[in-house]
């Protein structure tokens, strides 16, 4: 594999994951199933929501197919759509917004001065890029899929609701909360952000090694999978 199509080909990957797996668990009959098996599946697909969101995350910083900047723009948006009908290019404004000015009055990402506290910081994050279009969307979409697909409204609530909205917890405590919050000390970089000290595997688990923030800050056209060597480096320079 070519290191150039190396991040295609991992966004690709986590697409087609992402639909065998929801494919296999929302035609799963949980009533014949040992009972383990359902919070798992629902842990597994809400980490490859995540993988989605990351993977249209890089492809805003054109990260995910470098040469080919139509075909990097279209996996984003395809990404997008698929984890929450989101606008690739309304979100793709807001992050560069967050770049420019993290941790400020004009981030989009950042609480608003009074709600600083994880949950109330978190819906307050929700309300800035949820629509109410998109609620309509997820609410047409569930139906078609109950309905006319006839899959089971236990499957869709375990399997295609849960995990996303877990996801957007997960992205939210270990790519906005934990790194930008305001440090005791103060903020001591101009990107006003921290990362955590997780070893690889648990950064990877955690968050697609979207916990180690500064790095992303530092070098935004870095790929996910790239921010270990990344942090490895500026360990050893330190």
Known sequence: MKSKNKGLFIALGIIGLWGVSLSILLTLDVSRVYLVVMPLGMLCQMFLYTGLFITAHDAMHGSVCPTHPRINNVIGAITFRLYALFSYRKLLKKHWEHHR??????????????????????????KEYLSWKQIVGMAIVFQIMEYILAISTVNLVLFWVSPVLLSTLQLFYFGTYLPHRIPESGYDNPHRAQSN??????????????????????????????????????????
């Open 101 to 126: 000015t993290p941790a400020s009055d004009t981030d989009p990402d950042f609480h608003d001065g009074h709600h600083t506290g994880f949950l109330a910081w978190y819906f307050h994050f929700m």
């Open 197 to 238: 000290a997780y070893s690889t595997l648990w950064s990877f688990i955690t968050c697609y090694h979207f916990g180690y923030h500064w790095e992303h800050h530092e070098y935004p056209y870095i790929a996910w999978w790239r921010l270990p060597v990344i942090r490895r480096m500026r360990a050893r320079l330190q």
